[in-house]
């Protein structure tokens, strides 16, 4: 479970994110993603030449920020260790793209793993140490 009930149902019920990782100087950067809860972390796909994949191998702490998608504008902050994973990728994208396309059943194409090599693609996963936020508004 991540955080209290309530905020793991919100976690699940969401897709879109604000993570934030740390320079080399200690200043923030934030990026956008869609992510996916597996078990009580959470991941998302990346490129390994990105920022983000670049400050979380330096230093793997990380925020994800959840947002709510209308109003009344919820949000849960999530703290916690990123893990960088470059090796058996393909469960992880599995697991992001059936969230994001909505598909609980979708199977990747052949040469799925190929193509994810090919453009360089890692999954990060967080997992939660802290959980804060407005879940509940009335």
């Not at 320079?23 to 078990?39: E, I, K, W």
């Not at 991941?43 to 702490?61: C, G, N, V, Y």
């Not at 969230?99 to 939660?128: C, F, H, K, N």
Request: with cysteine; net charge neutral.
């Amino acid at each position: 479970m991540i955080g209290k009930p309530d905020q793991d149902a919100f976690v699940r019920s969401m897709k879109w994110a604000v993570v934030t990782s740390l320079r080399r100087d200690g200043s923030p950067t934030n990026s956008v993603v869609f992510y996916a809860v597996d078990g009580d972390d959470l991941i998302f796909s990346t490129t390994r030449d990105r920022l983000k994949a670049k400050t979380l191998a330096r230093d793997p702490r990380a925020a994800l920020c959840v947002l709510d998608e209308g109003a009344p504008y919820r949000f849960l902050s999530i703290e916690g260790t990123a893990v960088i994973e470059d090796e058996d990728i393909v469960p992880g994208h599995i697991t992001v793209n059936r969230a994001m396309r909505g598909i609980p059943d979708w199977d990747p194409p052949a040469g799925y793993l190929e193509t994810l090599r090919s453009q360089g693609r890692v999954i990060i996963r967080v997992t939660p140490e802290r959980v804060s936020g407005v879940v509940s508004r009335g």
